[in-house]
């Protein structure tokens, strides 16, 4: 059986663009085979619907991994997304440990909060599981407010000085992943972009671009699943994440003129941008 496939984990929001619905589609698209876990069933996403319903699946998990093990089903790579408790974090990390190809790449996004606050059902005791859960990552992909959280660190919104930004990809590093890869980075108004750090090289990199006003639902997965497709198929940290974040604005400028569509972008639209970048 070929192995050569990805293993996506995070929940299921059926409307709303976000995780599996947009991790499924980018990850396909880039040509990568993609099986899925689903964390839970929620109706919505929780950023802004008002009622949603939500499904736990923690207890599925087990005996899903027994049949991949008893099947052979092994994966070369893991992307995490949307987890909802300290429980499933130690059944991923026994998915990764028991079903990986050699060479195994793990890509962490801490996926909890935005803009300074934690999501609605998340608390500082599950930061700080997922920081210990970053141990297990080649790459690590937290915005300001996530590493915040997870590091005890203040949260600052915008013009950034590279101290702290610098201060954040390294005390993120402790946490003992390879790779750094910070989001919602800005030095200067109007720019915004995300800050890498390799603890290999010890290289620390910056990629920006124009910023573009309003709050967009959902970016954060877009720009991950973009961001791990572009590293199974083989690009560097720094130019993986130069892709990710191109694919990311270019979803933006395909949602900024609907004013009606404010619970997710329309990275459908990018993605022959996507395919053609990756020619
Ligand atoms: O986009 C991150 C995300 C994923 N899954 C669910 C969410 C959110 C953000 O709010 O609510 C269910």
Not at 98 to 109: C, E, K, M, S
Not at 255 to 272: L, M, N, Q, R, S
Request: charged share 25%; proline share 3%; with cysteine.
């Amino acid at each position: 059986m070929e192995q050569n496939r990805i293993l996506t984990i995070q929940d299921i929001s059926c409307v709303g663009q976000c995780s599996l619905t947009v991790a499924l589609p980018i990850l396909s698209s880039m040509g990568i085979e993609t099986a899925i876990l689903p964390t839970a069933i929620l109706s919505t996403h929780t950023g802004g619907f008002q009622g949603f319903t939500f499904h736990d699946l923690t207890d599925d998990m087990p005996a899903i991994m027994q049949h991949w093990q008893k099947e052979n089903i092994r994966f070369r790579a893991f992307y995490t997304g949307y987890v909802g408790s300290a429980k499933q974090l130690q059944y991923i990390s026994d998915i990764m440990d028991n079903l990986a190809t050699p060479g195994r790449l793990i890509v962490i996004d801490p996926v909890m909060g935005d803009k300074g606050k934690l999501y609605v059902g998340f608390d500082m005791p599950f930061a700080k599981q997922m920081a210990k859960f970053c141990a297990k990552a080649d790459v690590i992909l937290p915005n300001l407010t996530e590493a915040a959280f997870m590091l005890d660190e203040e949260y600052i919104e915008a013009n950034h000085t590279e101290e702290y930004i610098v201060r954040m990809l390294k005390k993120a590093a402790t946490l003992g992943c390879k790779k750094v890869l910070l989001t919602g980075v800005s030095f200067e108004d109007g720019k915004l972009g995300v800050a890498t750090y390799d603890t290999e090289t010890q290289k620390i990199g910056y990629y920006f671009r124009e910023r573009i006003d309003g709050m967009f639902h959902g970016t954060g997965d877009v720009f991950a699943s973009a961001f791990t497709g572009a590293m199974v198929r083989g690009l560097s940290l720094e130019e993986a994440a130069k892709v990710a974040v191109d694919f990311t604005v270019e979803a933006i400028r395909q949602t900024i003129d609907d004013k009606d569509h404010w619970y997710g972008v329309k990275f459908e639209k990018a993605i022959p941008y996507l395919v053609e970048r990756l020619k």
